[in-house]
């Protein structure tokens, strides 16, 4: 049985020690980072290996999702448009949500023949003026409801290629002053300001099957505990938002949480997060996580089989004609 953790690795492939702490520890999935892709040959067989540890239907993750944020790139892989580029197209909405879904579909169709099976994306942040930009073009627009559309475009664009979505990062992430990596930020604003802008998305794509954790304090819901580490905050997200699929934590060893490794993920699965997430192949980090991981059963192990079951309304799509429309609306050398 799997534990309740996905952890990373250091370079291109398992060491004999990474190989030993996953067939031991037996977590729930694996993340890619760009130190971790070099080739698709190359991927495909850190995959193989990773699955030949624990199973060929653990979770594979990455982060793809266009502009910054790509850790599978050129020469091997399309370079896509970041979410704010389709945000600003000065066209109708259905054809936006048509251009991000294609997009997507054709994201989803690179990781799946690479054996990746999940995207942490879309983002669903709303950048707020005068926020620390972190987020920035990874957000499709300061219209909340905009993001909320395009982003479950986007979210359906990967189904599309058999690959599982990731809305990040749950309550949002877009009011946030600092970057959560390097510190920790704290969201003064109200309840209700929060529930129209920063929440709404999320509210209005909480039937998707994953969401990931954001590190961050809202004074108004738990002064204390940023979101990934409060009961408060967690419950908010599964009680009002509406969100009853699998919650992932965002990576663990960002520099927002505080305290050991153990201790953060202690404090993440008391707060109610499914899955700890351990991104920075430090295997002694990783062990610790590990060591706090219960087994996943309960009430998150159905939430898992559900998420792992989510097929979306997977539409067909040509992939040349796919590309071909994307990059003639954004002006990209196809």
């Known amino acids: 049985m799997a534990r309740a953790f996905i952890c990373g690795c250091s370079g291109l492939s398992l060491t004999k020690e990474e190989r030993a702490f996953i067939r031991e520890s037996h977590p729930f999935g694996f993340i890619l980072f760009q130190r971790n892709v070099e080739t698709p040959d190359q991927v495909r067989a850190l995959i193989a290996s990773f699955r030949d540890c624990i199973g060929a239907e653990a979770a594979v993750l990455v982060d793809q999702e266009g502009g910054r944020v790509q850790r599978l790139r050129s020469p091997h892989w399309r370079a896509y448009p970041a979410a704010a580029e389709f945000g600003r197209l000065d066209l109708p909405l259905e054809r936006k949500q048509r251009l991000v879904r294609l997009a997507s579909a054709l994201i989803g169709q690179d990781l799946s023949r690479l054996g990746i099976n ?19 073009d990874r957000a499709y627009s300061r219209d909340p409801h905009l993001v909320a559309s395009l982003g479950r475009a986007a979210a359906l664009g990967l189904s599309d290629a058999g690959v599982l979505p990731v809305i990040k990062h749950i309550p949002g992430h877009g009011r946030a002053k600092c970057d959560s990596h390097l510190d920790l930020p704290v969201v003064d604003a109200s309840l209700e300001t ?141």
């Open 194 to 334: 929060l529930v129209q802008t920063d929440f709404a998305p999320f509210a209005a794509n909480a039937d998707l099957p994953i969401a990931m954790t954001a590190h961050i304090v809202y004074r108004m819901l738990d002064p204390d505990r940023p979101a990934t580490l409060s009961p408060v905050l967690i419950d908010y997200i599964r009680e009002k938002i509406g969100f009853s699929g699998l919650l992932l934590s965002d990576d663990l060893s960002m520099k927002a949480l505080t305290g050991g490794l153990r201790q953060r993920a202690e404090a993440a699965y008391k707060a109610g997060v499914d899955i700890a997430l351990h991104c920075n192949g430090d295997l002694a980090e990783a062990m610790e996580v590990a060591a706090a991981a219960p087994l996943l059963s309960g009430e998150s192990s159905r939430r898992a089989s559900r998420a792992l079951g989510w097929q979306g309304e997977r539409r067909p799509f040509d992939p040349v004609e796919a590309w071909a429309e994307v990059a003639a609306a954004l002006a990209i050398a196809a």
């Open 118 to 136: 999940i995207d942490c994306a879309p983002v669903l942040d709303v950048p707020a003026e005068g926020s620390h930009g972190v987020i920035g």
